[in-house]
């Protein structure tokens, strides 16, 4: 069956995907999310035009002709538009199926181990960010945690003086010596000052440093990687796929993190996937927020052999995202440390239509 028409309901954060078929058949997606109305506007130009008419079950042939006929603009825009399409075309897959994506891979939906994963620097102090990691864990079940250090993009600045050497002690005791600790430093350090930061890390346990360097410096990242002993880890940022060939065939890091939605969707994570497991890296991807990212995200790792131990789950609430409120009707839920792989077909995500009525529509179709 052919695509017949393609629609966006976005805002400046959120846009989601509707693809109809030929026969009525529909699927959702979702674009990537912040700048979601500009990337709404990219997706029916520069995405839409190309695959209307095209058959709808030919997702790799789509997702590898797009980016060709746009070699122009190869950045990050297009490919996050990209996404929108090709999550939208595996939810109409999954339904024509009658099984979830994570089937369609030939993983099986169960309940998946998250961690509790702090988005919060400059606006909470480490007391209290500590508190409420103790709260989650004893609310929710959760056993592994991230917090931040150093300063986002901060040339060795941490985000106010002290606040890293605080932090990590603060949340291990907190926490206990059984919990899992992650770190994120956003591409906070130079590799001196990273390895400085690493070794304070394992002496406090933590097992995952995560873009301990500027992202785009794969050798500075390599270098820390190479130095320290527990998990260094990255790619988040990274939506080409020959840098991705780079990141895992030079052992940049210890632990692949795409974000499935930067990258263009689930097809492309899957080629990332393959490069890691040929690199014998482990996958624990990116997916930090409540939006469609996450769902797929867990569909996906429900079925890889190199899944990591669990997925990022956002802990931060409507007073931090409050455009996440209102976006299911069955959102995700955490019950002793894990989530719920929604059962499909598809995506298995039912989204509210209220949302949808007040948001900004757009449409393309064979005329």
Not at 98 to 116: D, K, M, N
Not at 227 to 250: H, S
Not at 287 to 316: D, F
Request: hydrophobic content about 40%.
């Amino acid at each position: 069956m052919k695509i017949r028409r393609l629609e966006t309901f976005s805002t400046e954060y959120v846009g989601f995907v509707r693809v109809t078929a030929e026969d009525g058949a529909q699927g959702w997606g979702q674009v990537s999310t912040y700048n979601a109305d500009i990337t709404s506007t990219i997706f029916h130009r520069q995405v839409a035009r190309w695959a209307l008419g095209h058959d709808a079950d030919d997702i790799a042939g789509l997702v590898a002709m797009i980016p060709e006929r746009e070699h122009k603009y190869p950045g990050s825009y297009v490919l996050r538009a990209l996404t929108g399409l090709d999550t939208a075309l595996w939810d109409l897959r999954g339904k024509r199926a009658g099984q979830s994506v994570c089937e369609l891979l030939g993983g099986t939906p169960r309940p998946f181990p998250v961690y509790a994963s702090s988005m919060k620097r400059g606006e909470i102090t480490p007391r209290d960010d500590a508190e409420r990691l103790a709260r989650l864990r004893d609310a929710y079940g959760f056993t592994a945690f991230k917090f931040r250090v150093a300063k986002e993009c901060g040339h060795d600045e941490d985000e106010w003086p002290g606040r890293t050497d605080e932090i990590v002690p603060a949340v291990r005791r907190a926490l206990g010596p059984e919990a899992t600790l992650l770190v994120d430093a956003n591409s906070g350090y130079t590799p001196a000052k990273a390895i400085e930061v690493g070794k304070m890390l394992q002496d406090y346990g933590v097992a995952h440093f995560e873009e301990p360097c500027p992202y785009w410096e794969h050798d500075w990242t390599r270098e820390v990687t190479e130095t320290l002993e527990l998990d260094v880890t990255g790619g988040e940022q990274d939506c080409d796929l020959t840098i991705w060939r780079y990141l895992t065939r030079g052992l940049v890091m210890d632990v692949a993190q795409p974000d499935l939605f930067y990258l263009g969707g689930l097809n492309r994570t899957l080629q990332v996937v393959a490069m890691a497991e040929a690199a014998g890296m482990p996958v624990t991807p990116h997916s930090a927020n409540q939006s469609l990212v996450t769902v797929c995200t867990l569909h996906m790792m429900g079925a890889i052999p190199s899944a990591g131990p669990y997925v990022e789950y956002s802990i931060e609430g409507p007073d931090y995202y409050p455009w996440e409120v209102g976006l299911f009707r069955n959102p995700l839920r955490v019950q002793d440390g894990k989530v719920q792989i929604p059962q499909g077909p598809g995506w298995g995500m039912e989204i509210e239509p209220a949302w949808l009525d007040a948001a900004k529509y757009q449409v393309s179709e064979v005329e």
